[in-house]
């Protein structure tokens, strides 16, 4: 009887974790318990919130093996704009929209409910580009960093 309901309770209550090229200052940690999403009060949305959220994260129950628990995707994120999620062992790891690298103070709201992932904070990094191969030499300590223009 009681592993019965110790069966049902767990099946009641998921466990997701945000997970990626840098949460928190980790790389791809698995059940990592500061990674760890809060059920909301409304049953099926969870919330986290974090010191930093790097470009190239999925969210999951903690493992790989539950393919139904993993949620990524291939568009690009726009931070504040519900993202909708794809799930599945093979969906690809949500990136941010306009170059951003990272997001610092990011709250991070996973609704089940309409399938999406919303991420709010402060944009960090940007992608820079650079040019090589400047009169002939290859190396990195020779490249140019590129300047954003506005061309009108």
Avoid: H, R
Avoid at 22 to 34: F, S, T, Y
Avoid at 70 to 91: I, R
Avoid at 92 to 106: D, K, M, R
């Amino acid at each position: 009887m009681a592993a019965g309901l110790l069966a049902a309770a767990a099946a009641s209550a998921a466990d997701y974790y945000v997970i990626g090229e840098n949460v928190n200052g980790k790389k791809w940690a698995l059940a990592a318990e500061d990674c760890k999403f809060t059920e909301t009060s409304t049953a099926g949305v969870y919330e986290w919130t974090g010191v930093v959220l790097g470009s190239g994260f999925k969210i999951n129950d903690g493992t790989w093996s539950n393919a139904n628990a993993n949620f990524g995707g291939s568009a690009k994120l726009t931070l504040g704009t519900p993202y909708t999620y794809t799930v599945g062992g093979s969906s690809g790891n949500i990136t941010f929209a306009n170059n951003l690298t990272t997001v610092n103070s990011p709250k991070v709201v996973l609704n089940t409910n309409n399938k999406t992932i919303t991420v709010t904070g402060e944009g960090g990094g940007t992608v820079a580009w650079y040019i090589q191969g400047l009169n002939g030499n290859w190396d990195f300590i020779d490249s140019k960093k590129l300047v954003e223009t506005v061309s009108g």
